[in-house]
């Protein structure tokens, strides 16, 4: 069966204290596994996409690599700005695309 | 421009009623979708539509009817509201079917009295 998880749930950092979230998956046939920022009472926003393994992306202070078993995002000198819900997605087979259930971040001024 | 802008925001209704909500796309994408988000942020698909033809439909129960007019609107609407409904929901938009990051709308947060 097809599972996506992030750890950890919830991560309170101090400004420009970095880091890394992750996501582990299991999925017959991945197509893409994508990284979305979520802000309260918003919809999930577009961060990346990575189709493979040892492919990295990267975005002002998050950069996201990709292995055959899961993903990191990785949040270098984090701002308060950054805290948010990022939530992890995995696409397989057809058309589906399967969320984990987010990992909380609080950057503390 | 809001891409996908979903209406209404906040629906606040009692159990038994019919409700529809409408989302919009103004992308130009083929696909739209439909995805549920619990209490507990977990967000999971519903339907998917292409270019107005159902692809997906998961195991969703049959008083929600997605309804697809054309490619840039997709309407659901949900008979006989159950407590159990009450969450977020989502409208999204993709490019392509099945491949592709999606394009998500701010939800629309139903509570059922």
């Known amino acids: 069966e097809d599972q996506v998880t992030q750890s950890p749930e919830a991560l309170r950092l101090q400004e420009g204290e970095s880091s890394s979230l992750n996501c582990s998956y299991t999925?017959?046939?991945?197509?893409?596994l994508f990284w979305y920022r979520q802000d309260p009472g918003k919809g999930p926003e577009f961060l990346f996409t990575?189709?493979?393994a040892g492919e990295e992306k990267e975005k002002e202070r998050l950069k996201a690599t990709l292995t055959k078993k899961e993903s990191f995002l990785h949040i270098t000198a984090p701002k308060p700005e950054d805290s948010a819900t990022y939530l992890c997605?995995?696409?397989?087979?057809?058309?589906?695309?399967?969320f984990g259930t987010g990992t909380r971040l609080t950057v503390i001024p | 421009d809001t891409a996908v802008s979903q209406t209404p925001k906040y629906l606040v209704t009692q159990m038994g009623n019919d409700k529809s909500i409408k989302c919009e796309q103004n992308l130009g994408h083929d696909t739209m979708y439909w995805y549920k988000q619990d209490s507990k942020k977990f967000l999971k698909i519903m339907f998917s539509?292409?270019?107005?033809?159902?692809?997906i439909n998961e195991t969703v129960p049959n008083r929600f009817s997605p309804k697809s007019p054309d490619k840039a609107h997709l309407n659901l609407h949900i008979n006989s509201l159950e407590l159990g409904d009450s969450a977020v929901y989502f409208c999204?938009?993709?490019?392509?079917?099945?491949?592709?990051?999606?394009?998500f709308g701010d939800g629309t947060r139903l509570s059922i009295l």
């Open positions: 539509y292409n270019n107005k033809e159902l692809i």
């Open positions: 999204a938009s993709s490019q392509l079917v099945g491949a592709g990051p999606q394009h």
């Open positions: 990575l189709y493979s």
């Open positions: 999925v017959s046939g991945l197509r893409g």
């Open positions: 997605a995995v696409q397989a087979g057809a058309n589906n695309l399967f």
